[in-house]
């Protein structure tokens, strides 16, 4: 039927098309800005909880620095009393073995105790001109296959010690059979440095050290 006809009599009504109503957004639907607020919240809370944990760590390791720092200072401490010691130990055996001479390079050709201590007093009377008291005399251990192992002389009496090493260095110098002081190792080393730094700085030279 036409729109507007009359029924009966009366004119009917125009019907209206249905009014377009907004949509409702459903209960489990989330916003755009939901979504970034709460990852921003996740991400200042992880932060927090990362700044929490870098905080940790540092003051871990400032403490490890300082025990690292306390036993380094220990340590400093220990080993200046091991070099204090080990310096008064050397000192003790220099003082101990001073009445003692080594003969290096002196021929390892005796057969007795007896005919190396005629050998020794032979060659102090007759190659260097002296008459000295032995106390006692032996040849050391031999520690290597290619070196004549040294010949200790200890002496009654200290003047004779010193006479025989005065006369050794001027009458032996630059020969195989050479006579050197009885000194501790560090004491020894310390002489061997010396020597080598004469040695290159052109310096004067006696018989080198042992």
Same mark, same amino acid.
């Given at each position: 039927?036409?729109?507007?006809?009359?029924?009966?009599?009366?004119?009917?009504?125009?019907?209206?098309?249905?009014?377009?109503?907004?949509?409702?957004?459903?209960?489990?639907?989330?916003?755009?800005?939901?979504?970034?607020?709460?990852?921003?919240?996740?991400?200042?809370?992880?932060?927090?909880?990362?700044?929490?944990?870098?905080?940790?760590?540092?003051?871990?390791?400032?403490?490890?620095?300082?025990?690292?720092?306390?036993?380094?200072?220990?340590?400093?401490?220990?080993?200046?009393?091991?070099?204090?010691?080990?310096?008064?130990?050397?000192?003790?055996?220099?003082?101990?073995?001073?009445?003692?001479?080594?003969?290096?390079?002196?021929?390892?050709? /005796?057969?007795? %105790?007896? @005919?190396?201590?005629?050998?020794?007093?032979? #060659?102090?009377?007759? !190659?260097?001109?002296?008459?000295? =008291?032995?106390?006692?005399?032996?040849?050391?251990?031999?520690?290597?296959?290619?070196?004549?192992?040294?010949?200790?002389?200890?002496?009654?009496?200290?003047?004779?010690?010193?006479?025989?090493?005065?006369?050794?260095? /001027?009458?032996? %110098?630059? @020969?195989?059979?050479?006579?050197?002081?009885? #000194?501790?190792?560090? !004491?020894?080393?310390?002489?061997? =440095?010396?020597?080598?730094?004469?040695?290159?700085?052109?310096?004067?030279?006696?018989?080198?050290?042992?």
């Amino acid at each position: 039927m036409p729109t507007g006809e009359r029924v009966h009599g009366q004119k009917r009504p125009k019907s209206k098309s249905p009014s377009k109503s907004p949509c409702k957004r459903g209960k489990n639907e989330v916003t755009n800005e939901e979504i970034l607020s709460t990852l921003l919240r996740e991400f200042a809370e992880s932060r927090a909880e990362q700044k929490k944990e870098f905080s940790a760590i540092k003051k871990h390791l400032g403490a490890l620095d300082d025990r690292v720092t306390v036993l380094e200072k220990s340590a400093h401490s220990a080993s200046s009393q091991i070099t204090y010691l080990r310096n008064e130990r050397d000192l003790i055996l220099d003082e101990v073995r001073r009445p003692n001479l080594l003969i290096h390079g002196f021929p390892e050709n /005796e057969t007795s %105790r007896e @005919q190396l201590i005629d050998e020794v007093n032979k #060659l102090i009377a007759e !190659t260097l001109g002296l008459s000295a =008291k032995v106390d006692e005399l032996y040849r050391l251990a031999k520690r290597s296959a290619e070196k004549i192992p040294p010949i200790k002389i200890k002496f009654q009496l200290l003047s004779d010690r010193n006479a025989v090493l005065k006369a050794a260095r /001027e009458k032996l %110098r630059g @020969q195989e059979v050479y006579v050197t002081e009885d #000194l501790a190792p560090s !004491t020894r080393l310390s002489r061997k =440095k010396a020597y080598e730094k004469k040695t290159k700085s052109g310096g004067p030279i006696h018989n080198p050290p042992a």
